[in-house]
């Protein structure tokens, strides 16, 4: 019997794997995706959790990158409307830094690049007599706010694989491609469940790797490619501390080495301070925020703000590498952040698409210029492309700025939540908040209280629709629920997901409500 043939096999499960497995299956091709962890486990989950153009990337004259971030903003907003909304940014001047009229230039820029239509526009603040101005210190009295919008990263990944399923594509998780060789006008591909060991093989006409940091070691060890090197793997870091304002704005801070760091209101009671970027040698599955790069953040943070921070104050931190393309640049601030898409295809060759950098904002026009790179095998493809822009992903079927109607309803027919729960349950799952609360009438009718908020109904949820299957998968990526709760719940936690695995098999994933 022959292995199954995929039009596309799609190794990562990251948001541009994910971007791209979804366009691929609604544009009718038979779709494989395959990820070795948890989707997202790795870059994808590590962001700022920012949906921005990337200001800073203006010094660099990345005039491209920055419209097309500009521009899929609000995109973006409008087809996840529940996972991704406006924020406000401040840009404080400090004396001796970047001059006020090179912000101001660069704000203007900003607010026009990208077709800005509903996120409103940059005006100046006084920060010694504005609020947002109050925690702050040693800053020269004038600040700039403009927008931006923030997303829950993970959160991203998830639903676009599971609209990628709802079109036909087939999500796996927890399986690796550990061979991959071509034979003639096919892949020839051999995957293998982490969890069990076994052992399966597949064709396929075209090959995407997707593979984030391991974008060059799936070329010469797994493809048998020679065409390793072409990526730099950045390193960026971010703390949490106790949250250190009362306002909802966000902080954008320059500092004397050239960096920026932000400073964003994070899951109520914190604060997220980051990033960091530096070189990054060895395993990306072994990163993890270094004492260097908190102290940095730490001191970097301290300098602006009245109330200092210390690396005591400091109750979780996350680290990523970032897959760039090598373009050369002397350091890692100054390497491109614009994605590559690099195919290797010819007479007697099949297709192999590799995909170096991105950002998280620009994952979906990624994944069209991924198919129309991919026309010469599937050119029917070219003709259908656009249509991620308008179609709304699981649970965001909704206009933007409405989320706060949505909990109020939601509040309205289950009385037993507070404003609190019932915002982040429709900040992390929209109108998809009713399948998880289902008949319940009172609180104990969702079941098991896991800690950190976080209910046997919410779970059962996660590991039936959205592909969960360990206690990290919940706590850490589909929901912060992780910095609320003990090891002991988080532990507990895990042994009744095991359990639960064991007694109704891997659930497979459903694609929609």
């Not at 406000?88 to 970047?98: A, D, E, I, Q, S």
Request: glycine share 10%; with cysteine; hydrophobic share 40%.
């Amino acid at each position: 019997m022959s292995a199954p043939l995929f039009d596309l096999v799609v190794v990562g499960g990251g948001i541009n794997g994910a971007g791209i497995a979804r366009d691929a299956a609604g544009r009718g091709l038979k779709v494989l995706l395959v990820e070795r962890s948890d989707l997202g486990a790795a870059t994808s989950s590590a962001s700022t959790k920012l949906i921005h153009g990337g200001l800073r990337y203006l010094e660099h004259y990345e005039f491209r990158l920055v419209r097309h971030a500009l521009a899929e903003r609000e995109r973006l907003w409008a087809i996840a409307p529940h996972i991704i909304w406006p924020l406000r940014f401040v840009l404080p001047h400090r004396k001796g830094l970047r001059p006020a009229w090179l912000l101001r230039l660069g704000l203007f820029l900003y607010d026009h690049l990208g077709g800005r239509k509903r996120l409103p526009a940059t005006v100046t603040r006084r920060l010694r007599s504005d609020p947002v101005g109050r925690p702050l210190r040693d800053v020269s009295g004038i600040g700039f706010e403009y927008s931006d919008c923030w997303v829950q990263d993970n959160r991203l990944v998830v639903l676009n694989a599971r609209d990628a399923a709802a079109n036909g594509a087939d999500i796996r998780v927890r399986t690796s491609c550990t061979a991959a060789r071509r034979k003639a006008d096919q892949w020839h591909l051999t995957l293998q469940d982490e969890e069990t060991g076994y052992r399966s093989e597949v064709r396929a006409r075209a090959v995407v790797n997707a593979a984030g940091p391991w974008v060059d070691s799936f070329l010469s060890g797994v493809a048998g490619v020679n065409a390793a090197g072409r990526a730099r793997l950045v390193q960026g870091s971010h703390i949490v501390v106790p949250k250190l304002y009362d306002h909802d704005r966000c902080y954008i801070f320059q500092n004397p080495d050239g960096r920026i760091i932000f400073a964003i209101p994070y899951e109520d009671d914190f604060t997220l301070i980051g990033t960091t970027d530096q070189d990054y040698r060895g395993d990306p599955k072994d990163v993890k925020a270094t004492p260097a790069e908190i102290t940095y953040l730490v001191k970097a943070i301290s300098s602006y703000f009245q109330r200092a921070v210390t690396e005591d104050d400091v109750v979780w931190t996350y680290s990523g590498v970032r897959s760039l393309y090598d373009d050369g640049a002397a350091n890692a601030q100054e390497t491109t952040r614009d994605y590559v898409l690099s195919l290797d295809h010819g007479p007697g060759r099949a297709p192999l698409l590799s995909v170096f950098g991105g950002k998280i904002t620009t994952y979906r026009c990624l994944a069209e210029d991924a198919l129309d790179k991919l026309a010469v095998l599937f050119p029917d493809t070219v003709t259908r492309r656009g249509w991620t822009a308008t179609r709304a992903l699981p649970g965001g079927d909704f206009p933007v700025g409405t989320a706060g109607d949505v909990a109020r309803d939601l509040r309205q027919t289950y009385g037993f939540l507070s404003e609190r729960e019932a915002q982040r349950l429709v900040r992390h799952y929209g109108l998809e908040a009713r399948d998880i609360l289902g008949t319940a009438r009172r609180r104990e009718d969702l079941g098991r209280d896991f800690g950190g908020s976080l209910t046997e109904r919410e779970v059962m949820f996660l590991m039936d629709r959205e592909y969960a299957r360990a206690a990290a998968d919940i706590v850490w990526r589909r929901t912060k629920s992780g910095l609320r709760m003990t090891l002991g719940e988080i532990d507990a936690l895990d042994s009744f997901m095991a359990e639960r695995r064991r007694q109704t098999g891997a659930p497979k994933a459903a694609a929609s409500g």
